[in-house]
C-alpha cells in the first residue's frame, strides 16, 4: 500500500513557477514509476508527465514538453513537478499517482493516487 500526499500548489500570475511535491508512504516507494496528471474545471483528467522507478527515464505530454520538469528523490520517498512558464490553461487540480512498472501515460494504469493540490495561473 502505498499514500501519496501533493503539497505546493497556490496562485501564480502568468510566467511564475511553482514547485509541486508528492510524498510517498512506505518503503517501496523506488519500485514505482510515478507519474503527474491534471484535471481543469469541466475537463478530463490528463497526463502531465511521468518518471521510472530509477528516475532516469521521463516523458510529458506536448501540453507542458519543455516547461515542466519531473523528478524524484528515492532516498525522500518523494517526487516533484517544477512548473516555469506557467499559463492560465494550466490552472487544475494536480493528482500524482503511482504504479508498478514502466511508464504509461494512461491513467487507468496507475493504481496508487494522492488528494490533488490546486493551482490556479492568473493573467
Known amino acids: 500500500q502505498v499514500q501519496l500526499v501533493e503539497s505546493g500548489g497556490g496562485l501564480v500570475q502568468a510566467g511564475g513557477s511553482l514547485r509541486l511535491s508528492c510524498a510517498a508512504s512506505?518503503?517501496?516507494?523506488?519500485?514505482?514509476?510515478m507519474a503527474w496528471f491534471r484535471q481543469a474545471p469541466g475537463k478530463e483528467r490528463e497526463f502531465v508527465a511521468a518518471?521510472?522507478?530509477?528516475?532516469?527515464?521521463?516523458y510529458y505530454s506536448e501540453a507542458v514538453k519543455g516547461r515542466f520538469t519531473i523528478s524524484r528523490d528515492n532516498a525522500k520517498n518523494t517526487v516533484y513537478l517544477q512548473m516555469n512558464s506557467l499559463k492560465p490553461e494550466d490552472t487544475a487540480v494536480y493528482y500524482c499517482?503511482?504504479?508498478?512498472?514502466?511508464?504509461?501515460?494512461?491513467?487507468?494504469?496507475?493504481?496508487?493516487w494522492g488528494q490533488g493540490t490546486q493551482v490556479t495561473v492568473s493573467s
Open positions: 518518471i521510472n522507478s530509477s528516475g532516469g527515464t521521463t
Open positions: 499517482a503511482a504504479k508498478m512498472g514502466f511508464i504509461t501515460t494512461a491513467q487507468d494504469d496507475y493504481i496508487y
Open positions: 512506505g518503503r517501496t516507494f523506488r519500485s514505482y514509476a
